[in-house]
């Protein structure tokens, strides 16, 4: 359902990745390999208490919307898991704003995918077409609900037809309050001894903008509540909207995250605002050290790392791990899930669509470049193609 960034859809969604322009391409084996091994010792760093980002293994395993290969996606049973299997950031969580201003974890605003809504018949006629960046969306909008009738709804499985187990789980959870994250985040911190790391995602920030909610400054007020504003607080924020992490640039200290699509798209605050510059341009030497003039990081799809041909093989690394590294700026490119659809083609095994592919042979590729890190569904297979990696 999601408009810019979603990369969920079955079928590997290679329709949607452009490949990356010829300014971006060329370094070719070069850049496999070299810098991964390089940084391979990194991974046994850890801890994470006041050291910042750099404290955090690499490469670092971000568990993506929590655990959302076992559990429904943004709820804390997806939150929790991902930290049970050693997540070291868990993605807690993508966020859209409330009628009454609350930030709340969905990945969209629109909640007919994620939720029981279209079960609630008091709220059938809150089902509403809206342009949504520019795409036209039918369905429930969380803008449009008051936090407490959405805490009287319960989450559902995004992709029941990949992951029919995860159905088993509908109607369980609740849609989590970022302020409860961020009590959560401390409690488990407590609870295991060890520092928990969190990465949200402010969402279609320029939309919510127009209606009149804010989020940036939603977001840094309830960081300053709970004092994780500094540079060394354990939250990561990232957006795919340029301005929106300029925004936060001012308004708090904490480590940023510009995320880019594929490279022919253009960041939605860019159309708005009328700046013609696309994700191409953004992955250039001038675009990158321009994002390091306000961000510590990129959140590339895997794609502006290592673009797929028309069949949905890998081809040659870009250099954007080098340009982004020497622009000062890490990667921590998104999205790895262990069932065939969502692997490059080369890596699925067999026709079913529910089956985990060689994961693990993905992984390797991908770490081969050098990125410091990854979102994936399965944080415990990052975890294990991690230890792989550092040991080879
Ligand atoms: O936040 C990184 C990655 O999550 C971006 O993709 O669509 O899952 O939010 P999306
Ligand atoms: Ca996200």
Redesign the pocket.
């Known amino acids: 359902m999601g408009t810019q960034d979603s990369d969920e859809q079955a079928g590997g969604g290679t329709g949607r990745r452009a490949l990356l322009g010829a300014a971006v391409l060329g370094a070719g084996g070069a850049v496999l390999g070299l810098p991964g091994t390089a940084r391979a010792t990194d991974a046994r760093r850890g801890g994470g208490h006041g050291g910042g980002v750099k404290s955090l293994p690499v490469p670092t395993v971000i568990g993506h919307?929590g655990a959302s290969g076992y559990r429904p996606e943004h709820t804390f049973g997806s939150y929790e898991l991902a930290l049970d299997l050693g997540a070291d950031i868990v993605?807690a969580g993508?966020l859209v704003p409330t009628r009454d201003g609350h930030l709340v974890c969905r990945?969209e605003p629109e909640i007919g995918g994620t939720t029981d809504v279209a079960d609630h018949r008091e709220f059938a006629d809150r089902r509403r077409t809206k342009s949504l960046d520019g795409v036209s969306v039918t369905g429930w909008f969380t803008e449009d609900f008051t936090l407490a009738e959405l805490k009287t709804l319960r989450a559902t499985e995004r992709i029941p037809a990949n992951r029919p187990h995860n159905t088993l789980y509908d109607g369980r959870w609740e849609i989590p309050t970022f302020e409860e994250v961020l009590r959560w985040q401390n409690e488990q911190t407590r609870r295991r001894g060890k520092q928990v790391w969190i990465y949200p995602?402010l969402k279609h920030p320029t939309y919510f903008r127009k209606l009149g909610l804010g989020t940036e400054e939603r977001l840094a007020r309830l960081l300053r509540k709970y004092g994780k504003h500094r540079k060394n607080s354990p939250v990561i924020i990232?957006s795919f909207e340029p301005t929106s992490i300029q925004r936060m640039n001012k308004l708090v200290d904490n480590p940023l995250a510009v995320l880019l699509s594929g490279a022919n798209s253009r960041p939605w605050d860019f159309v708005e605002t009328g700046d013609p510059r696309t994700t191409a341009d953004l992955v250039t030497p001038e675009g990158l050290k321009e994002i390091a003039s306000y961000a510590q990081g990129i959140g590339p799809t895997l794609d502006l790392i290592i673009p797929k041909d028309s069949a949905g093989r890998l081809t040659e690394p870009t250099t954007l791990v080098r340009d982004a590294h020497r622009a000062g700026l890490i990667l921590h490119p998104y999205t790895m899930r262990n069932e065939n659809p969502f692997l490059p083609a080369e890596f699925r095994k067999g026709d079913d669509p529910d089956a985990y592919g060689d994961v693990f042979g993905a992984f390797r590729t991908y770490f081969a470049t050098g990125i410091d890190g990854v979102f994936t569904d399965n944080p415990d297979t990052g975890l294990l193609a991690r230890e792989d990696f550092v040991n080879s």
């Open positions: 919307r993605e993508d990945h995602e990232q």
